[in-house]
């Protein structure tokens, strides 16, 4: 299970000691280790940000993933892929109706009530306005928002564009995270 990138931590349990699960190998964003130790922070504080990669992972996975870390750390925001193993987008990489609804079920079966961001290719959420609002309205989730990310090389029509701020209008811009580059950076705030 991937966390983050980057350099490991030497024993989870230094640092979680109530863990009992050595679950994962907990990895860090850059150089963030490295930064925690020059200034003899070896605890963490929040707000604490947690993310799933699940892309290759089964629902027994996704749920100890969540069981863990709803249990250890009930105030961390927890952020989960949609996508788990062997599963594929449709041509235009869109979420659909079925997606949305194993998320939905899988956050509820998990009975998961802390603050939830779903991360979203962008492209793929401009062709998903009739399926991604679904998640604001999860079952015991009271906070909740969509983290929006896209490659340097993406661009969008101008319909993707607009959709793209439908999206954002839907959701609130309070809570949606927009991870963009470049030009499609540009293209998106030049119509804000």
Known sequence: MKIASCEAIPSIK???PSIKNDLTKVTWYHNVFTMML??????????????????NMGEKDIDKFLSLYTHNFPEATISIGMLHVGQKFGSKREYNAKLVTQMKDTLTRNNVTQTVVFPV???????????LPALNDVHGITDSALYMYAGVSNH??????????????????????????????DQLFKTS
């Open 38 to 55: 020059s200034k003899g922070q070896l605890k963490l504080k929040f707000p604490l940000w947690l993310h799933a990669d699940t892309d």
């Open 14 to 16: 230094e640092f979680f």
């Open 156 to 185: 969008l029509s101008d319909d993707e564009i607009s959709r793209a701020w439908k999206l954002i209008k839907i959701f609130g811009r309070d809570r949606v995270y927009l991870d963009t580059e470049g030009v499609l950076h």
């Open 121 to 131: 290719d962008l492209v793929g959420a401009t062709y998903s306005l009739d399926t």
